[in-house]
């Protein structure tokens, strides 16, 4: 079974505004997909009708096989949610929230308090779990709110914006913690982001979205190769064959775009046999960015 699966998906929200045209998405468990995207682009919209509080237009989706629309209950109880801005309650503690928020999923006290501490010992939130949430700094709630998604164990966890407002060394905690969670739990990690240079280090797929409209989606060796992308190669030499179409960059520094690695070793071999000395060779493949610049300049230049 699928833990996720879009096929169609549309939304339209009165006035006319097209947040969603036609999205199709498969995710299998234990995947880490990146749904990525400038803001209004319809990643929340997307969310909020897995999680069944909106309704689509037109297509359908489920979750673990469940319809959030016809179910929302049951998909609640199989996923977490941690938006960009968490909510909880301020006049209790942090420990008080997690145990709080696990009998809300039907955890006795003794089973909320047990997951509650283990989830803020590995968030490192341990000394603040008897502060009251008033005190904690945007990090330390947004760390609790990954807690508070995760007291249930859910199969799917719906993440946006899930280091936003974090310290480098919290962020790094995080990220490993959702590692972790899709390597040994199996949970599909669904995360939402505007930020491609820290997606491609933590997901294994990627949906690219602009505007309502799904560009691509695939593995990162499967972006590069739909965007037939170049790659650059920078050298560093004492001197480069003028037949050989590179652009200077620096001293003794040179640029050439290539198809293939596999054209490397020529080059190499070019300039030694005309008598240059290489130093340094470092090929660059397509970054998230760049395939993301790619597919949404050529769908500006369609739509003209």
């Known amino acids: 079974m699928n833990a996720v699966a879009i096929e169609s998906l549309s939304k339209q929200y009165p006035g006319g505004k097209q947040a969603l045209s036609h999205i199709d998405i498969t995710l299998k468990q234990g995947e880490v ?57 301020d006049n209790l503690t942090g420990l008080q929230n997690l145990v709080f928020y696990g009998s809300v999923f ?65 962020a790094q905690n995080v990220n490993h913690l959702i590692r972790r969670l899709a390597e040994e739990a199996g949970i599909t990690v669904f995360l939402c982001t505007h930020q491609l240079r820290y997606a491609q280090e933590i997901c294994t797929r990627y949906g690219l979205i602009d505007r309502g409209k799904l560009l691509a989606s695939g593995s990162l060796e499967e ?43 020529r080059i190499v071999r070019q300039i030694v046999e005309d008598g240059g000395d290489i130093y340094q060779v470092n090929p660059r493949q397509p970054s998230l960015e760049d395939i993301y610049f790619t597919l949404t300049s050529k769908q500006k230049e369609a739509e003209e």
């Open 33 to 89: 997909f990146g749904f990525l995207g400038p803001n209004g682009a319809g990643k929340t919209t997307t969310v909020k009708i897995l999680n069944g509080i909106l309704t689509p237009s037109e297509g359908s989706c489920r979750v673990l096989g469940t319809d959030p629309v016809k179910n929302p209950e049951k998909v609640h109880a199989l996923s977490g949610v941690v938006t960009e801005h968490a909510q909880m309650y």
């Open 223 to 265: 972006l590069r190769a739909e965007t037939s992308s170049r790659i650059a190669v920078k050298i560093r030499a004492s001197r480069i064959p003028e037949l050989l179409p590179c652009r200077k960059i620096g001293e003794q520094e040179f640029e050439i775009e290539i198809q293939s690695e596999k054209e490397i070793p």
């Open 106 to 170: 039907g955890l006795t006290a003794s089973e909320s308090e047990r997951r509650a501490n283990t989830l803020l010992e590995e968030l490192e939130l341990t000394e603040a779990k008897d502060r009251k949430l008033a005190a904690y700094s945007t990090g330390m709630r947004q760390r609790l709110s990954l807690a508070r998604a995760l007291i249930h164990q859910p199969k799917v966890l719906f993440l946006d914006e899930p280091t936003s407002g974090l310290d480098p060394e919290s």
